[in-house]
């Protein structure tokens, strides 16, 4: 691999790699060997590093504790039947992060020192990318402040790290999901485009009541008037209504630009498909559930890949959805990311960048 930055890199005595099982991975559960690691002081990002992973040192007073600026990403890389390490779209996950930077008031991270940090990282841990159908490794790049310090204001100091784990499926089956029309992840003006830890934990007490009453995930609607469709809590979210692919538009600030849906998007458009980035009503949802024009609902993301929606909670009533043909939307998208990621089908977008 050529580098054009050069860093210390503290390799692990003892490898966790013989005691880990790889055919039974829960998501999120076991973490590679290393982390990369940088700090930023002074106006500068500084003291590049790769450690062993381990925890962290903070005091009580950390900033990030009381008052959450703190960002994260969720990327992945797949290994190609030659034994390559593919990454998928690092720097579409570079610019996202530095724009939930400039919103939660953090420094921007420069493009050579997060992709630098990742691919030495990752050539360090080559051998934690699995090789079964399906599994990948999940790179977790995240930010936070480090000043200790009690009051409300932008930290001055910050910490900037890459971990990774290799994962099987986020979701093993379709997922039911509920239309939420009390609670509210995001309002125009607010932090739901940027993916900072604040808005996860606001989802956590709407998500567990729906998980209660037998749901999967909510489908968030917007906090005004609860009357437009947005996003799911771990995905955004795409229905094809007679025949047309609608997911709403990232326009408002209320929306995570996915990475996943914007590649679901291009794929749509390489394609020809009917597509429309618009506001679903939930008035409309329900009345083509009603209907039976509901033909696909799906989620898009990193974790989550294409999660097929199966079931859909609206004002009252679940609507199931009919199982959908070897030739749905859903089914060929998913198999097209998979064949680019994995290395098996040509990357005319030049989304893959190998170790
Ligand atoms: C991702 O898709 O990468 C996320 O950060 C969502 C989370 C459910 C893991």
């Not at 002074?42 to 007073?61: F, K, V």
């Not at 200790?148 to 093993?172: E, H, L």
């Not at 009453?213 to 771990?234: F, M, R, V």
């Not at 408002?252 to 394609?271: E, F, H, P, Y």
């Amino acid at each position: 691999m050529k580098t054009t930055l050069t860093f210390p890199i503290h390799q692990t005595r003892k490898s966790r790699l013989e005691e880990t099982d790889f055919s039974n991975l829960v998501f999120g559960k076991t973490i590679s060997d290393h982390m990369f690691v940088a700090d930023f002081k002074n106006g500068d990002w500084t003291d590049l590093r790769i450690e062993p992973y381990q925890p962290l040192q903070l005091s009580p007073a950390n900033a990030t504790l009381h008052y959450g600026q703190s960002i994260f990403e969720g990327m992945k890389a797949y290994r190609t039947p030659e034994g390559d390490i593919s990454v998928f779209r690092g720097d579409a996950n570079w610019k996202r992060l530095n724009e939930s930077a400039v919103r939660m008031c953090m420094p921007t991270i420069p493009e050579e020192i997060f992709m630098e940090g990742l691919m030495q990282l990752l050539d360090l841990d080559r051998d934690w990318v699995p090789s079964a159908k399906g599994a990948s490794l999940y790179i977790r790049p995240f930010m936070f402040a480090m000043d200790d310090y009690i009051g409300v204001k932008p930290s001055d100091t910050y910490r900037f790290m890459i971990f990774t784990c290799p994962v099987g499926n986020y979701y093993s089956k379709p997922v039911s999901v509920k239309v939420e029309t009390n609670y509210t992840r995001a309002t125009p003006g607010g932090v739901g485009a940027a993916k900072t830890a604040g808005n996860y934990a606001a989802s956590l007490y709407p998500a567990r009541l729906a998980q209660q009453a037998g749901y999967d995930q909510l489908l968030w609607t917007d906090g005004q008037n609860h009357d437009l469709i947005e996003e799911s809590g771990t995905m955004n979210v795409m229905f094809k209504i007679k025949g047309t692919l609608i997911t709403a538009p990232t326009t408002t600030g209320t929306i995570l630009k996915g990475i996943t849906r914007n590649s679901v998007i291009q794929l749509a458009k390489d394609w020809n498909e009917p597509l429309e980035e618009r506001f679903v009503k939930v008035s409309e949802l329900e009345n083509a559930l009603k209907n039976g024009e509901v033909d696909e609902a799906f989620g898009t993301g990193t974790a989550a890949t294409i999660a097929h929606i199966e079931r859909i909670h609206v004002n009252g009533v679940d609507y199931t959805l009919p199982q959908k043909s070897a030739d749905a939307f859903s089914h060929r998208v998913l198999a097209e990311l998979d064949g680019i990621k994995y290395g098996t089908l040509a990357d005319p977008h030049e989304w893959i960048r190998l170790v």
